[in-house]
């Protein structure tokens, strides 16, 4: 049963109701125990209904494409909403069929407006299928939306960006989500009307202040954050690894699929994350007479002609699994994951891997690059991952498969990796990235913009 925009809190055995403004607006009592008002953000404390918006923020992206950035926004407006924190809007530039991710468009809608602002007649195609998205061609939109915000974000590889030159005197935050050398030339455009820069690592904040030239003072390290719910999953790797089987493609044969180890790439298809060597690497452990599935599960721009490549690379060793099934599952059934990234800004999925316990081998890139955890005895520190360098081949990573997989046996964990996901779990929170992100924002607004 639905009811018309209701908070609904528990009290006892009973359920409380506070009305408010907003009819339009449905709230499912399902979800009650963590859901605000969507139309005036009224949050039920106590006995008392109370509006909590002090801060409204004009969220400005790309695209609402399936990958990290995705996650980390739904991750931040889950804990931001309604604890003194209002987007006012996403509005995103792009919208793609291939890549936009619907499911995050709807989950965002359920807290603020999701604006799409492309002019292709594309985009609108798209749209008239997915109504809860708005959709506003042009840039008419953008001077409603700045008049009634008190703070503008945007990633540094967003053609907002670079289209704009007037902020209408709002604050601009800035995030910096990579280290590549098109967001050091993007950070030093935007340099002129950013108030504050955001990294989400401590190897961006030491290339944003030293590569970038940004003062230390205007940038602020707000590390990464997991949802756990994302990584869990209840059933046995066999019957994890039997249902990606029947979701996805592969020409492997059935008993050889359950029995061998899986190595796990989940995240874009795009040309710096070098999926192709990984699946090199896959194919020299199967010449050394080892069993070995290369697990591929994302979406991008690419997806077609990287697919092709590993097609070649491993007729009859991959798994190919689209974007829409859940991490959990994923991360259940493999037995190490791989990130051979060129840069990256988290990335989120290799911490959803650390939480899930289960063996990193990444190359020296993002968080995991100066990331370190007690072990279980407490000392000495070491790295979270098995580190390949910055530009590892194919024989490199798969002999690090090797030495940290291969005397296992396919889908075991071991003491070491569920204690460094034991360690990281607070670290990694979303409550404590939601409390980082507040204070920045609260520093932004009470410190006029020029």
Not at 46 to 61: E, K, P, S, Y
Not at 256 to 283: C, M, N, Q, S, T
Not at 347 to 368: C, F, M, Y
Request: aromatic content about 8%; glycine content about 6%.
């Amino acid at each position: 049963m639905n009811v018309s925009c209701y908070y609904l809190r528990p009290s006892n055995s009973s359920l409380r109701v506070a009305s408010c403004q907003h009819p339009q607006v449905r709230v499912s009592p399902r979800t009650f125990t963590n859901e605000i008002c969507v139309g005036c953000r009224f949050r039920a404390e106590n006995d008392r209904v109370t509006a909590r918006h002090d801060i409204r923020v004009l969220w400005l992206l790309a695209d609402l494409a399936q990958g990290g950035i995705g996650t980390y926004t739904a991750n931040l407006f889950k804990s931001l909403i309604g604890e003194g924190v209002e987007a006012t809007a996403i509005v995103f530039y792009t919208c793609s069929p291939l890549t936009t991710d619907f499911a995050l468009a709807r989950t965002l809608s359920r807290f603020t407006r999701v604006i799409c602002t492309d002019e292709r007649s594309l985009a609108q195609e798209v749209w008239q299928s997915h109504p809860y998205i708005e959709f506003r061609p042009g840039t008419s939109v953008y001077a409603e939306l700045f008049d009634q915000c008190d703070v503008v974000t945007t990633a540094a590889n967003s053609p907002h960006a670079l289209a704009r030159t007037d902020w209408r005197g709002k604050p601009l935050l800035v995030q910096l989500h990579s280290t590549c050398d098109e967001t050091a030339r993007i950070a030093e455009t935007l340099r002129p009307y950013a108030a504050h820069f955001l990294v989400t690592s401590s190897e961006a904040w030491s290339k944003a202040t030293t590569n970038f030239s940004l003062p230390p003072d205007e940038v602020t390290l707000v590390e990464l954050a997991v949802d756990a719910n994302r990584i869990t999953s209840w059933r046995s790797p066999e019957k994890l690894r039997e249902e990606l089987l029947q979701k996805g493609e592969h020409h492997l044969p059935d008993k050889f699929a359950v029995d061998a180890h899986w190595a796990l790439f989940f995240g874009r298809f795009a040309p710096e994350k070098r999926i192709p060597l990984i699946a090199e690497a896959v194919k020299i452990l199967n010449q050394r007479g080892q069993n070995w599935v290369g697990a591929f599960v994302g979406s991008g721009w690419q997806v077609q002609e990287i697919q092709g490549k590993i097609r070649k690379i491993i007729p009859e060793r991959y798994l190919f699994v689209p974007w829409g099934g859940s991490i959990g599952d994923a991360l259940g059934a493999a037995d190490a994951f791989i990130c051979a990234s060129e840069y990256e800004g988290g990335p989120t999925t290799s911490l959803e891997a650390l939480l899930a316990g289960i063996p990193i081998l990444s190359t020296d890139v993002g968080i995991l690059h100066s990331l370190t955890l007690p072990t279980a005895f407490g000392m000495p520190e070491e790295p979270v991952h098995t580190s390949l360098g910055t530009d590892p081949t194919a024989e490199q990573i798969a002999d690090a498969l090797e030495t940290r997989v291969g005397n296992r046996a396919p889908m075991s964990r071991n003491a070491e990796d569920a204690q460094r996901a034991l360690q990281a779990a607070g670290r990694f929170s979303i409550h404590r990235m939601a409390d980082d992100w507040k204070r920045v924002l609260r520093r932004l607004v009470q410190v006029p913009h020029v």
